[in-house]
């Protein structure tokens, strides 16, 4: 099974600050990456997709790098909104495997 | 527009058998490439996949829970379902099913089933 270890595990910053979370891959994954945002209660959203692509109506704020086995997830000035928890998920292999999350709050 | 929703129990006894059905439209699990997956996430935990199934019938399994886990497609009700055996506490959370393709993993969500596994 390939790991997913993302970090931090949780992360307090002001509204316009830039956020980075991190994601490693334990074997070269190419871009085979998914970063999904999730708001309490809600299910998983799609916010980036094979690593760097940004889907479909999401704010060019969201972006996403990266190849084999290190990638960072990055919001550029972090809105109100943007408190959730979010999730790296690599589709290079089965069994698919998720990160651990990364919970994000306000300062 | 793609859409899935999940069905089933909200309560299960330990050692029952869980059964959850995902609805979808938007699309067909009769074209290529196209499949259904199966994630859970116990509460304030993290996401865990546990099966896939495409449109030619090929099915993948989470490794430890494979023994227990069955997904099946009924294409003519644009329906998946996922069985587990032998519920345990620890099975309680929230069950998703999600589309995915060759090229696009997990893009749609369903709203999810809360299943509480407990006597």
């Known amino acids: 099974d390939i790991q997913m270890t993302q970090s931090p595990s949780s992360l307090s910053a002001s509204v316009g600050d830039r956020v980075t979370i991190t994601c490693q891959a334990s074997q070269d994954i190419s871009d085979y990456l998914n970063w999904f945002q999730q708001k309490p209660g809600k299910a998983p959203k799609v916010l980036i997709y094979?690593?760097?692509n940004l889907e479909t109506g999401v704010p060019s704020r969201f972006s996403g790098s990266g190849s084999g086995t290190d990638f960072t997830f990055t919001i550029t000035s972090l809105q109100p909104e943007d408190i959730a928890t979010y999730y790296c998920q690599q589709y290079r292999n089965v069994p698919l495997t998720f990160g651990g999350g990364t919970k994000l709050e306000i300062k | 527009q793609i859409t899935l929703k999940e069905s089933g129990p909200t309560l299960v006894k330990p050692t029952q058998t869980l059964s959850l059905t995902c609805t979808f439209s938007g699309f067909s699990l009769t074209t290529t490439g196209v499949g259904v997956a199966w994630i859970r996430q116990p509460p304030g935990k993290a996401l865990e996949w546990l099966a896939l199934?495409?449109?030619?019938?090929?099915?993948s399994y989470s490794p430890s829970l494979q023994s227990r886990l069955a997904i099946t497609k009924d294409t003519s009700k644009n329906q998946v379902v996922l069985t587990m055996t032998d519920a345990d506490p620890v099975d309680t959370g929230t069950y998703y099913c999600a589309h995915t393709t060759a090229l696009r993993f997990l893009s749609h969500w369903g709203q999810g089933n809360l299943v509480t596994v407990s006597s």
């Open positions: 094979d690593a760097s």
């Open positions: 199934i495409y449109w030619n019938d090929n099915k």
